[in-house]
């Protein structure tokens, strides 16, 4: 099984409105990744988390806040977004082991938020 | 740092010809490559990767692609393209970066096959 499953599939929210988002595997994956994507833009990296540790923030803005919670779950907590802020939030998760890791990353069908 | 050039915006082809879709790549050391595929409002899938061995390497859907250390290139290739592989191609690079792994991800190319 190589699903990498994303809740809700679409978002809408206010400007004012806290959400989250939350992304699941059950593929031992111990590395998680959120990406944010534009219309035909490549993903852009903003967090990934290893072992359950923060271990990469690519200066994402505060309104953007990740949570482990356990080596299964991801979530992406948001609040106070900006219009410019609406994108497909992708997760992800690979084994990473390390320099000699040349893993494929397995990516979940995104959510698709839209801030008002 | 890492960093995959896909040259072509967009690559046209007709039904059951063959299909090239070209990426290039600048690396120190020895690249771990990839190729991934998002179809309209979907993730991406993982079709294939480079990490070292044979030179042609295969995947998914009937995909393959040639790494050329020469001319740093690892293009993907389908001997007959299908409607349905219609879809928006990225090529990517591993980055380890301050002990972690990172996919650099090239600008994508959007194929379309014709009837």
């Known amino acids: 099984d190589t699903e990498v499953t994303q809740t809700p599939k679409h978002l809408v929210m206010g400007m004012t409105n806290k959400k989250s988002l939350k992304c699941e595997q059950h593929?031992?994956?111990?590395?998680m990744y959120w990406y944010k994507q534009k219309a035909k833009k490549p993903p852009e990296l903003m967090f990934v988390?290893?072992?359950?540790?923060?271990?990469i923030n690519e200066s994402v803005p505060s309104r953007f806040s990740p949570e482990c919670p356990n080596s299964s779950l991801l979530n992406l907590h948001l609040h106070a977004l900006q219009p410019e802020d609406s994108a497909l939030y992708l997760c992800?998760?690979?084994?990473?082991?390390?320099?000699?890791?040349?893993?494929?990353?397995?990516f979940g069908p995104g959510t698709r938020l839209t801030v008002t | 740092a890492q960093s995959v050039a896909q040259p072509e915006d967009q690559v046209n082809v007709a039904e059951g010809n063959p299909l090239t879709v070209k990426c290039t790549y600048s690396?120190?050391?020895?690249?771990?490559l990839f190729w991934y595929v998002q179809y309209p409002n979907r993730g991406l899938q993982f079709l294939l990767k480079?990490?070292?061995?044979?030179?042609l390497v295969k995947g998914s859907y009937g995909f393959e692609a040639e790494f050329n250390k020469s001319q740093t290139s690892f293009h993907l290739k389908k001997p007959s393209a299908l409607v349905s592989d219609s879809a928006l191609y990225f090529c990517?690079?591993?980055?380890?970066?301050?002990?972690?792994?990172?996919?650099?991800f090239g600008a994508g190319t959007r194929l379309a096959v014709h009837p």
């Open positions: 992800a998760s690979s084994q990473d082991k390390g320099k000699r890791g040349g893993y494929e990353q397995y």
């Open positions: 593929m031992g994956h111990r590395a």
């Open positions: 988390y290893s072992y359950e540790k923060l271990s």
């Open positions: 690396v120190s050391g020895n690249p771990y």
């Open positions: 480079y990490i070292t061995g044979d030179n």
């Open positions: 990517a690079v591993r980055e380890f970066s301050g002990g972690y792994n990172k996919l650099i």
